[in-house]
């Protein structure tokens, strides 16, 4: 799965939300603050390092079989990277003599012209789209996102490459031109054009809008292309540079395994130290996007590491967790397993498919990955879809476990597959109410509420219909079953995707009430209340005019 997928599958990772894991109800704010400290008194006095840096505030670690995902950590920081960043909190130095001194040494490093590290790979984008529109100039900086009066104004996006993190592009104020072919493009460029953004799997790929085809059309009119690789292996010579970006950008915390709040930024220097000059500690828009000297070195470090690591060795370790596993796992009956190794150099892991038959063993694919990830051990990984057949599947991704981890998976994937578990139902409970026409919802967000409309049409225990939301329609499916429903709505365009899947019960004497929670993806929970829509409109009988007005 390429990394910018991850928002479609974020119901499948264990974040908040975990039952019962809490600090005790009867501890003392005292209690609360010591027990941290024990830990880090314990680890400090030269005791190996445990989980209870996080149980001690009740936050319960996660087996990473999944990848390297933010919302649960990204990758396992290199004992390289952490010795770099200890040693470098010890000093202080000016942040300018250390970018020029980092830029040099990761030129060196990579054969690119210069380098830079910035505050993870989406604020490199944001930097770099920054100092193509302001050319490094400051004036221009510090009037940011307020384009009014600029020559640069657009950002060229080909909708392939549209996903989540383009918002670190548009957040500059920029217009974003999304074009779907070449003449598209050649029609879109122009003395306004700022950049070309593209996503490395998709940049990569032979066609009319390669990158080789895309810097053609760029180039005479001298316009940058960034090339996004941020889950990708770091190539040397860059194949991006190669194919004729301008810079390419890569996420520190995933595949080297460098800080997971740095990024890694490669390419032209006059474009790159403009875009030094757009972040932290100088003042403007970047300024929130501050990277430490801390993590900058580390960065540096997570480089020279890739370059020095043995990586088939690296791959053969994965292989045998990932036999581990699948040995234990094929002691089930009903099961098969298939272990792919990809060539692609974005997410670049050996993983472990897992399937069998949910009728057979009445639980599916996403099921099974949502007991994991809730449950103790807490384990993450991917779940397959339920074909129509019954087969599903769960997918494990090798690159960011740890030593020990293939056991522990090994053992409780085994325990779960053997566990006894009653069939569902076939038919569904009666819908004890009649929901068809439309209802009024308020929403009720962490801090405002927001007024929405379901236009809904029910046949048995399906429900068909319209979710106006503050802005935007979109289509809703669902069901009842007795008092309990549960719809889903989602709202996607270029660059975004909203998943509003709602759980309630239906209430009141006529049943014109529901209440319940709304799970809203990666943007966490809240509650609403939808009542019956009270039509007081005055009814009375239609004239049709028989001709045109006599007077207006």
């Not at 649960?72 to 952490?82: D, T």
């Not at 830079?116 to 944001?126: I, W």
């Not at 009842?480 to 549960?486: A, L, N, P, V």
Request: hydrophobic fraction near 40%; proline fraction near 5%.
């Amino acid at each position: 799965m390429k990394r910018r997928d991850v928002i479609k599958t974020l119901g499948v990772l264990p974040i908040a939300g975990l039952s019962g894991v809490s600090l005790a109800k009867n501890a003392t704010v005292q209690d609360s603050r010591t027990r941290l400290l024990n830990v880090l008194a314990n680890q400090t006095a030269g005791n190996a390092a445990g989980p209870e840096i996080y149980t001690a505030i009740g936050v319960e670690p996660v087996i990473n079989c999944r990848g390297t995902f933010t919302i649960i950590g990204g990758s396992a920081e290199l004992p390289e990277v952490k010795d770099a960043i200890h040693a470098a909190a010890n000093y202080f130095v000016q942040y300018d003599e250390l970018a020029a001194g980092v830029g040099q040494h990761l030129a060196d490093l990579t054969g690119a012209e210069w380098g830079m590290v910035s505050s993870g790979c989406a604020a490199g984008m944001k930097h770099v789209t920054v100092a193509c529109v302001t050319g490094g100039n400051p004036e221009k900086l510090i009037q940011l996102p307020d384009i009014r009066g600029f020559d640069k104004t657009e950002v060229i996006i080909p909708r392939h490459s549209r996903n989540n993190y383009d918002h670190s592009i548009r957040n500059v104020g920029v217009r974003v031109v999304t074009v779907e072919t070449l003449d598209e493009l050649k029609a879109a460029i122009g003395p306004q054009t700022a950049m070309i953004y593209l996503l490395a799997h998709n940049a990569s790929d032979s066609g009319p809008l390669s990158t080789e085809s895309i810097v053609a059309v760029a180039k005479p009119w001298n316009v940058p292309v960034l090339v996004d690789a941020a889950a990708e292996d770091l190539t040397i010579p860059n194949v991006h540079l190669a194919r004729g970006a301008d810079v390419v950008t890569y996420s520190g915390g995933k595949v080297m395994c460098g800080p997971q709040g740095a990024g890694l930024v490669l390419g032209k220097k006059s474009i790159l130290q403009a875009a030094w000059q757009a972040s932290a500690p100088h003042h403007g828009i970047g300024r929130n996007d501050k990277v430490g000297r801390e993590e900058t070195l580390g960065m540096v470090a997570a480089v020279e590491a890739w370059i020095k690591r043995d990586h088939q060795k690296e791959w053969q370790k994965w292989l045998s967790w990932l036999d581990t596993i699948e040995k234990r796992v094929s002691a089930v009956p009903g099961i098969t397993t298939e272990v792919q190794e990809p060539t692609a150099l974005s997410n670049h892991s050996p993983t472990l498919t897992i399937s069998w038959d949910a009728n057979a063993l009445h639980v599916t694919g996403e099921e099974f990955a949502d007991e994991l990830a809730h449950t103790k051990p807490r384990i993450a990984l991917q779940a397959g879809e339920l074909k129509e057949n019954g087969a599903t599947s769960i997918t494990i991704t090798a690159f960011q476990m740890q030593d020990g981890n293939d056991r522990i998976v090994a053992d409780r994937i085994h325990e779960l597959l053997s566990k006894k578990r009653t069939p569902k139902p076939k038919t569904m409970a009666a819908a004890a109410h009649q929901l068809d026409g439309r209802w009024d919802v308020t929403i009720h967000f962490f801090h405002g509420e927001s007024t929405h409309v379901f236009l809904l049409e029910q046949k048995g225990n399906w429900i068909n219909g319209i979710h106006q939301g503050d802005f935007h329609s979109r289509g809703l499916v669902g069901s009842i079953e007795g008092d309990s429903i549960k719809f889903r709505s989602v709202f996607r365009r270029p660059g975004d995707s909203l998943v509003y899947s709602f759980s309630g019960t239906v209430t009141g004497d006529s049943g014109n009430t529901i209440s319940g929670n709304l799970h809203m993806g990666e943007y966490l929970e809240c509650t609403f209340t939808a009542r019956k829509h009270e039509y007081t409109e005055e009814i009375k009988p239609i004239k049709i005019p028989v001709g045109p007005p006599l007077a207006t």
